[in-house]
């Protein structure tokens, strides 16, 4: 069982940054592939970003790229979510997950965190 807890949430002036991240309890955390993802009031959850085990390849939702950053340091069991030119459309409560395949598919994550408000202002 990986228990994950993320942090890092707030709020912030649209074109702020913030830098949400993910400590996971489990030694074993270098074997999963790790996501973010979101869920706004009233939609479903969506795929943010997600990072391969080694931390070389990354994936990223069309409505990010070029603005968050997904990277992760094995030694501290940790993932980050580094949000640049943050837009109002952003804002939703955002989910770290932990897989054992890489993939933008929520229901093939088999850990979650609880997650973390993020709310930009306009």
């Known amino acids: 069982q990986v228990q994950l807890v993320e942090s890092g949430g707030g709020l912030v002036q649209a074109g702020g940054s913030l830098r949400l991240s993910c400590a996971a309890s489990?030694?074993?955390?270098?074997?999963?592939?790790m996501g973010w993802f979101r869920q706004a009031p009233g939609k479903e959850r969506e795929f943010v970003a997600a990072i391969g085990r080694i931390g070389i390849t990354t994936l990223y939702a069309d409505s990010v790229k070029g603005r968050f950053s997904i990277s992760r340091d094995n030694a501290k069991n940790t993932v980050w979510l580094q949000m640049n030119s943050l837009k109002a459309e952003d804002t939703a409560v955002y989910y770290c997950?932990?897989?054992?395949?890489?993939?933008?598919?929520?229901?093939?994550?088999?850990?979650w965190g609880q997650g973390t408000q993020v709310t930009v202002s306009s």
């Open positions: 997950g932990a897989t054992r395949t890489l993939t933008t598919t929520p229901n093939s994550y088999n850990f």
């Open positions: 489990e030694r074993t955390f270098s074997t999963y592939p």
